[in-house]
């Protein structure tokens, strides 16, 4: 299935405040300030270990991830590049005014420097082949990529997306897993996103009940709607 950027310029407009600001009282704003959430204390680990690291993003969206970075970790990361599919994203992206950040149309950026981290966050895969090779393309020997995936088996996935036909590119977590592998080292791995049919209806229970859940089922990882991946170049 072919991403269509059109579709994401259409929701450029609004696209982090739908999914970010305020209260958090939907399940697919609990999913994106979850999986924002885990992506940090990924970086903060490395952190630890890296000084100023040059951060590589692809799919950027309208820069809210590096806008995030920027504010949680002052003058802890250097310089940031974004790519994205959208001109629209790209061009709210690019006028946010994010310090030591440059984004650019994914199509469009020949530059081939290697960067100490690649992110690819809330990111459809559809060919991982030609994925692990823009990986390597703008990794550094020994470098890590931050990777969010959607199980193919997660209660949601069966329950809401049953039908749409970008399904077919969802793999268990074992077949990424092997995938990964292949040529990085799995360091970190965290599971979100149980899916329970009808509790967002209620948003103050339902945020803590969901906290609740995700820590208990932490043995099934395929019920989970998404995990995401801490990995090191081999």
């Not at 993003?57 to 920027?70: K, N, S, T």
């Not at 970008?166 to 990085?184: A, G, M, T, W």
Request: aromatic fraction near 16%.
């Amino acid at each position: 299935m072919k991403q269509d950027p059109v579709i994401y310029d259409q929701l450029s407009a609004d696209y982090s405040a739908r999914r970010y600001a305020g209260p958090i009282n939907t399940y697919t704003k609990y999913i994106f300030t979850t999986r924002r959430f885990i992506f940090g204390t990924f970086l903060k680990r490395l952190l630890k270990n890296l000084t100023q690291p040059t951060l590589f993003e692809i799919g950027c969206a309208d820069g809210v991830l590096a806008r995030f970075l920027r504010e949680q970790f002052p003058g802890q990361i250097g310089h940031f590049v974004g790519v994205d599919i959208s001109p629209a994203m790209v061009k709210i992206a690019s006028t946010a005014g994010i310090t030591e950040t440059d984004f650019y149309l994914r199509d469009q950026i020949r530059d081939d420097t290697k960067y100490d981290v690649v992110l690819e966050i809330g990111v459809h895969t559809e060919d991982w082949e030609s994925e692990l090779d823009y990986w390597k393309q703008h990794l550094k020997i020994g470098g890590y990529v931050i990777k969010s995936v959607v199980g193919r088996e997660s209660f949601y996935t069966r329950l809401k997306l049953a039908r749409e036909n970008y399904v077919k590119d969802y793999l268990s977590y074992k077949d990424y897993e092997n995938i990964f592998r292949r040529q990085f080292e799995i360091v970190e791995v965290k599971s979100y996103g149980l899916f329970i049919p009808k509790i967002w209806i209620w948003p103050k229970i339902a945020k803590p009940l969901q906290v609740v859940l995700d820590k208990i089922f932490v043995w099934y990882p395929e019920f989970y709607h998404e995990r995401i991946y801490l990995l090191k170049k081999l």
